[in-house]
């Protein structure tokens, strides 16, 4: 890629004396020569001796910013501790670790620049950050060691942004009846009671929907749903072919209306979310496993069965992921799930490398995980077996709230859970680094996507 302005910088380094060895090129002029983007101005970073020299001299005829940078044309600026956010001064940047030559010009090197924009955060850096992806990360001349360095360097005014985002996060709770489009996933997990899912007839209706007219026949007491109701939806199913039909009405406490009968026919068309409308409905009814059981113990196992099937599908248990640095303390960390919530599954999975590359890099795809950050979790965990042990399990009452980062919805419980295993199991991991023990899902739709990318790679659990 074409860099942008170096004839104006010749012109600027004729007027002012300035020699290749003098500045080095850095900012969006740096990454261009890493065909990341065009540049749309060219900043440099002058040597701190002959900065002051220059600046003896020419004061008078540049402009010299708040921020200290030097306007020396139109295109061209020169930047003043640009890189002091990821720890280099000025003074300490001209040295191999961080410049590299470019053809006649010396060059700020990628990690360090890359570092520079996570640090500062801007819109426009998160759209170059985009724009480099995993392949940028995974060049075999690109010095992770050095970017973990800088991107993760101590940095007081960003640690304050951290901790006050995370006093916002505490504070902010999830209202997921606001929206107007609802994940199947988080309806269904509203069904959970103090003694269980308690709206069979929702599962009832899905499960009799999905086996057609033969197993409707066979089965179904009028008494327990309205057939009517059956024959609408298996025309609608049949013949529409729509994504949505009306709306699934909830109540104000967001759990689904009584007859929910929209809610089953998404679930049979395994639409992933539904519209939702608030409905000001006094009545609450409950139609618990036991309920089924009385009249039907055949139809009764099908439709537990089915449950797990939906459950699963839908992402209402919740995934943990054991990496392999804590795939020895896998047992361990198994019980202490168990000793919480109830342990419906589980599965060890062993890869080749690259598969295990590949596996890491598409159970994050769906979290608001930096690629960035993923690659270097990625060179942390092929240091050791390339391992991993899934565990499924329910949290009944996930305690949702609001995640300041992307809006989406985080359990709060699940990530206690999370917190706790890492603390506890950390001092037993050689070169333990952060976020090497457990990955658990967010929410209903992390779990469902968890859960199909491990039964794509390692069949069913």
Known sequence: MKVRFLDELEMVMKKYGLDCEDFCVAASAALAYEDVRENKDLDIVIKPKVRECFLEKYRGQVEVLPSGAINLSENVQAAYQRYQKVGVTDEELFCDAYVIRRGAFQTVKPEVEIA???????????????????????????DMDMFEKLAMAENSASNNICRDMAEKEKKTSFQM????????????????????????????LAYLLSH?????????????????????AERELRQGKRRYFEKVKIREDGMPDYGAIELSKAICRQDEYVKIKVGNVAESKE???????????????KIEDYREKIFREYGVYFCAIVWGPAVPYADEISEKIERKFKVSGRKSMTFQENEYCDFIKEIYDIDDVDCWKTVMKIEHLKQYSHKAEIIIFEIPFPNFREKWRDGSYLSDEGAKLKREIREEFKKYIPGYKKDIIIHIGDNHMHNAYMMKTVEMWGGKI
Not at 126 to 141: Q, V
């Open 212 to 232: 057609w007219r033969e197993d409707i026949e066979k089965e179904i007491d009028g008494s327990m749903i309205d057939e009517r109701k059956i024959l609408l």
């Open 287 to 301: 139609f618990s496993f036991k309920w089924i059981q009385e009249r039907n113990e055949a139809l009764a196992k």
């Open 116 to 142: 520079q924009k996570i640090k500062r955060n801007k819109e426009k850096d998160k759209l170059d950050l985009g724009i480099m992806g995993y392949d940028f990360f995974e060049r075999p001349d690109f």
């Open 177 to 204: 009846e606001e929206v107007c489009v609802m994940p199947i996933g988080a309806l269904l997990h509203r069904g959970y009671g103090v003694n269980g899912f308690q709206r069979y007839d929702i599962l009832a």
